[in-house]
């Protein structure tokens, strides 16, 4: 922390202020997977929300470490609602480098961002495709009509579903100029429009029960041409390069986890100083098997820290080396969620039968780790990309 630049430290200070807020409502939410918008009110009101939106829409314009700095104390008070909100932080981070929407149209979610505090988020995972990071066609399609388009399908997990202003549906399109055998897109869909209905489905899940990951149906909706964006033929890549497109996903979502992984450490090693049983007469924090374990979860947290600051801290400082990367942000990743598995683990037997309880936070931080786990790339994709960039292949 003694590197930060002052508003580095505003950044943290303000995501400490919105996580304890957070965290005091996270029991409640969690036990009745609810959605919290008084979470989302604090988010809006305190301007957390404009820090990603470029300044030349009315945001502050922050990089990646700066978000990543926020997420992870973010989800130090609620993972869930941390995890969704970085559904619209890592989304407009990445557009503000790339580019690649038209410019009115980037500019008004932005400023929709920033003035109001819109959320916007991307509705791509289906029943029959699952995860779309590796590749696949989606059942929802968007025929034309008219000037603009009609789209119908069925989206599932769809982070912030009930606060959401924009859901950024993926769908398949038609044969057409330039596209003989169809292509993709995305469609940009205002909550609201007729024809889009959520249905709950996520609060009874293993983890982030209040992050209202919801499914999306589509009947007809209406959408404008302008407003279905990154158009390509079918078996055509993304013209984004491949660290480009995964950097502000992989490390802010790293960033996360990380955060809900030292929070299980932090509440165990806080639990491990008060408790002291009559047989014992003094804290179990002063047991050195205790001792052991606490050390060891912050060893694996701060390993993983290190990297994810480092890799970070260079996406920002060397736009040209950007690609090269990519070993270093599937490590960081890697590293971070799996130290979140495992400092939770861990938590949970330094508190014994207590950590099964909700009586202590160590329970809903175990299962929530486990989500990290989801999000690409997964482990197997990740060790392999670091492995070939090892072996110089």
Same mark, same amino acid.
């Given at each position: 922390?003694?590197?930060?630049? =002052?508003?580095?430290?505003?950044?943290?200070?303000?995501?400490?202020?919105?996580?304890?807020?957070?965290?005091?409502?996270? =029991?409640?939410?969690?036990?009745?997977?609810?959605? =919290?918008?008084?979470?989302?009110?604090?988010?809006?009101?305190?301007?957390?929300?404009?820090?990603?939106?470029?300044?030349?829409?009315?945001?502050?314009?922050?990089?990646?470490?700066?978000?990543?700095?926020?997420?992870?104390?973010?989800?130090?008070?609620?993972?869930?609602?941390?995890?969704?909100?970085?559904?619209?932080?890592?989304?407009?981070?990445?557009?503000?480098?790339?580019?690649?929407?038209?410019?009115?149209?980037?500019?008004?979610?932005?400023?929709?961002?920033?003035?109001?505090?819109?959320?916007?988020?991307?509705?791509?995972?289906?029943?029959? /495709?699952?995860?779309?990071?590796?590749?696949?066609?989606?059942?929802?399609?968007?025929?034309?009509?008219?000037?603009?388009?009609?789209?119908?399908?069925?989206?599932?997990?769809?982070?912030?579903?009930?606060?959401?202003?924009?859901?950024?549906?993926?769908?398949?399109?038609?044969?057409? =100029?330039?596209?003989?055998?169809?292509?993709?897109?995305?469609?940009?869909?205002?909550?609201?429009?007729?024809?889009?209905?959520?249905?709950?489905?996520?609060?009874?899940?293993?983890? /982030?029960?209040?992050?209202?990951?919801?499914?999306?149906?589509?009947?007809?909706?209406?959408?404008?041409?302008?407003?279905?964006?990154?158009?390509?033929?079918?078996?055509?890549?993304?013209?984004?390069?491949?660290?480009?497109?995964?950097?502000?996903?992989?490390?802010?979502?790293?960033?996360?986890?990380?955060?809900?992984?030292?929070?299980?450490?932090?509440?165990?090693?806080?639990?491990?100083?008060?408790?002291?049983?009559?047989?014992?007469?003094?804290?179990?924090?002063?047991?050195?098997?205790?001792?052991?374990?606490?050390?060891?979860?912050?060893?694996?947290?701060?390993?993983?820290?290190?990297?994810?600051?480092?890799?970070?801290?260079?996406?920002?400082?060397?736009?040209?080396?950007?690609?090269?990367?990519?070993?270093?942000?599937?490590?960081?990743?890697?590293?971070?969620?799996?130290?979140?598995?495992?400092?939770?683990?861990?938590?949970?037997?330094?508190?014994?039968?207590?950590?099964?309880?909700?009586?202590?936070?160590?329970?809903?931080?175990?299962?929530?780790?486990?989500?990290?786990?989801?999000?690409?790339?997964?482990?197997?994709?990740?060790?392999?990309?670091?492995?070939?960039?090892?072996?110089?292949?």
């Amino acid at each position: 922390m003694s590197m930060l630049t =002052p508003r580095q430290h505003e950044i943290v200070a303000l995501a400490d202020d919105l996580a304890a807020r957070f965290a005091a409502r996270a =029991p409640q939410h969690d036990a009745a997977g609810s959605f =919290p918008h008084e979470n989302y009110a604090d988010l809006r009101e305190s301007g957390y929300l404009r820090l990603v939106v470029p300044a030349e829409y009315g945001g502050q314009g922050a990089g990646l470490f700066e978000m990543a700095l926020a997420q992870e104390h973010l989800a130090r008070g609620d993972g869930s609602t941390a995890m969704a909100v970085d559904m619209t932080v890592h989304l407009i981070g990445r557009l503000a480098e790339a580019r690649s929407w038209p410019d009115p149209i980037f500019a008004q979610v932005c400023r929709e961002i920033a003035g109001e505090g819109a959320l916007i988020n991307a509705a791509a995972s289906e029943p029959e /495709l699952g995860s779309p990071s590796r590749g696949g066609m989606p059942a929802t399609r968007a025929t034309p009509q008219g000037d603009g388009w009609r789209v119908s399908g069925h989206k599932q997990f769809v982070s912030m579903a009930p606060a959401l202003r924009f859901f950024v549906v993926s769908v398949a399109l038609p044969p057409g =100029p330039g596209m003989p055998e169809g292509g993709t897109g995305n469609a940009i869909i205002r909550a609201g429009s007729p024809g889009l209905r959520l249905e709950e489905t996520w609060g009874d899940a293993l983890s /982030l029960r209040a992050s209202g990951s919801n499914d999306l149906w589509l009947e007809d909706v209406p959408v404008p041409d302008a407003w279905l964006v990154d158009r390509r033929p079918a078996g055509v890549a993304p013209a984004q390069k491949t660290a480009v497109m995964n950097a502000w996903f992989a490390l802010t979502m790293a960033a996360t986890y990380l955060g809900v992984g030292q929070a299980a450490c932090d509440a165990a090693g806080a639990y491990a100083r008060e408790r002291a049983p009559t047989a014992l007469g003094r804290p179990i924090a002063s047991l050195s098997q205790i001792q052991r374990r606490v050390g060891e979860m912050q060893v694996q947290l701060s390993a993983a820290r290190a990297l994810l600051h480092e890799t970070a801290r260079s996406w920002d400082a060397a736009p040209e080396g950007r690609e090269a990367l990519s070993p270093m942000i599937a490590a960081a990743k890697y590293l971070c969620t799996n130290a979140a598995v495992s400092a939770s683990d861990q938590a949970l037997r330094v508190a014994g039968g207590f950590g099964l309880t909700r009586q202590l936070p160590l329970e809903r931080y175990f299962r929530d780790a486990r989500a990290g786990l989801t999000h690409p790339p997964g482990d197997d994709a990740a060790l392999e990309l670091v492995g070939r960039a090892a072996m110089g292949m």
